[in-house]
């Protein structure tokens, strides 16, 4: 069974560049047909795919996010991250991370605020 499992701050301030790390148990994340993913949902709405990277290393950005966002994985560590550059208040939000291929599964999420 896949389980992942966020890291990272739970406030960062504004201008600053916000980091997160998904580690990932009972799998690994260079078997084929996972999709690894991160996902958030701002308070009141609803959730937005931010960015994901495949098996393959593959990896695909949302188009809102591209020019502020990139994501990686370490294959030694069986973690993937996001970094996501000059951070607003409307950056604030839960971030989980995902598989959203073989196994569906999905981490708790983390608390992202984004705030002086």
């Known amino acids: 069974q896949v389980q992942l499992q966020e890291s990272g701050p739970g406030l960062v301030k504004p201008s600053q560049t916000l980091s997160l790390t998904c580690t990932v148990s009972g799998g690994s994340i260079t078997t084929n047909n996972y999709f690894w993913a991160w996902i958030r949902q701002p308070p009141g709405k609803g959730l937005e795919w931010v960015a994901d990277i495949s098996y393959a290393g593959n990896t695909g950005l949302s188009p809102s996010l591209k020019s502020r966002t990139s994501i990686s994985r370490d294959t030694s560590k069986n973690q993937f991250s996001l970094q996501l550059r000059s951070v607003t208040p409307e950056d604030t939000a839960v971030y989980y991370c995902?598989?959203?291929?073989?196994?569906?599964?999905w981490g708790q999420g983390t608390h992202v605020t984004v705030s002086s």
């Open positions: 995902a598989d959203l291929g073989l196994s569906g599964s």
